[in-house]
């Protein structure tokens, strides 16, 4: 088994990296990979982006958001997490057979001091009741890849912050919020481990996967990218990961609405579709005042991602309240992306 550690710590490259060596690059045996990146959000390949995120969130923070090829639910990196891959023959694996997969990861951590670390039925690796990784699947031709997380030093205080996990998956897990579900493997590792960074950690996890006690033993193993090949790493970013298209408008359309009681302008409801992502058809509904027909406003926002950033920016020339009287545009802003929605 040949392994990666990627130098990159945007997601967008982490994945499209990934990718790349599933399809193009020729090896008669599995690949690991390992990468750590910066705030982000992943979404699954069939989420809706908008149900999933907060999204005025996750841009107030700069928080990076993308989506991957492969299904599985959202999730949130940072710079201690370490996201883990491996890539496959496909004949060589069961499609969803993640506790086989993911046994290198669950017996390093074992013989790091995370005794109690165990594979549930689907797709995540626990301690105890406690989810530490989220793991996901994807086929392509002959080849398959899994991917997964490990919380290592995680800030769990985020989770909340930029996920909205349905009320119906917390209670079929019988807990009250995301963040009591998961933790943070630092916590449970043998002491000489503790004061490890999330590299060296990461490091660590590798020298006990391959049995070694240096990662030079191991140095013919190390697979490293040519300048060619990280050049089509970048372009599967742009047209990919990197893709409004493809983050935000993977989905069918579908109807949805804001409803808010916003003091001295009155009870305002915007029903709209969303269209590979964009708002398709929207209307306005309350018992508000306005100076100018309402079409003109529906014409600047049709076609624009719902989105704080790209809803400002085609707002920018308006004033509102000519729509909306003593409506501000940033609270009509705040409205239309969910931040207000109370009635």
């Known amino acids: 088994m040949l392994f990666h550690r990627m130098v990159s710590r945007d997601i ?22 390992m990468y750590i990146q910066a705030p982000s959000l992943i979404v699954g390949r069939h989420q809706n982006i908008y149900d999933e995120i907060n999204l005025s969130a996750a841009e107030a923070d700069d928080v990076t958001i993308t989506r991957r090829l492969s299904g599985g639910g959202a999730v949130y990196d940072d710079l201690g997490n370490i996201s883990f891959g491996f890539v496959v023959d ?23 001091g995370v005794k109690d670390a165990k594979v549930n039925g689907r797709n995540d690796i626990l301690i105890g009741d406690k989810k530490i990784s989220g793991n996901a699947m994807y086929t392509k031709k002959n080849r398959m890849f899994s991917h997964g997380t490990l919380l290592h030093d995680v800030d769990l205080e985020k989770l909340p ?7 119906e998956k917390l209670a079929s897990k019988h807990i009250q919020s995301v963040s009591s579900r998961v933790t943070n493997i630092k916590p449970y590792l043998d002491k000489e481990y503790q004061e490890l960074s999330t590299e060296a950690f990461r490091d660590e996890l ?7 006690s240096n990662l030079s033993n191991i140095s013919e193993k190390e697979l490293f990218l040519t300048p060619n090949e990280e050049l089509e790493i970048a372009k599967s970013v742009e047209t990919i990961y990197g893709n409004q298209e493809w983050v935000f408008g993977h989905h069918q359309p579908y109807t949805t609405k804001q409803k808010a009681y916003i003091p001295s302008v009155g009870l305002l409801e915007a ?3 969303l269209k590979e992502g964009r708002i398709h058809l929207i209307d306005f509904l309350g018992d508000f005042f306005n100076q100018t027909e309402l079409i003109g406003l529906r014409q600047i926002l049709e076609g624009v991602y719902l989105t704080k950033r790209d809803v400002e920016k085609a707002l920018e020339t308006v004033d509102i309240q000519q729509y909306f009287a003593n409506l501000t545009n940033e609270d009509f802003i705040s409205f239309l992306v969910g931040e207000k929605n109370n009635a």
């Open 12 to 33: 967008r490259t982490n994945l499209a990296t990934e990718n790349y060596l599933m399809t193009h690059y020729q090896i008669d045996e599995p690949i690991l990979l």
């Open 90 to 112: 496909k004949s060589k694996v069961v499609f969803g057979d993640y506790v086989s997969i993911v046994e290198p990861i669950v017996k390093a951590l074992k013989e790091m």
């Open 161 to 167: 912050r930029y996920l909205n996990v349905s009320k």
């Open 206 to 212: 590798i020298k006990k996967i391959y049995g070694v």
């Open 271 to 273: 029903r709209f579709q």
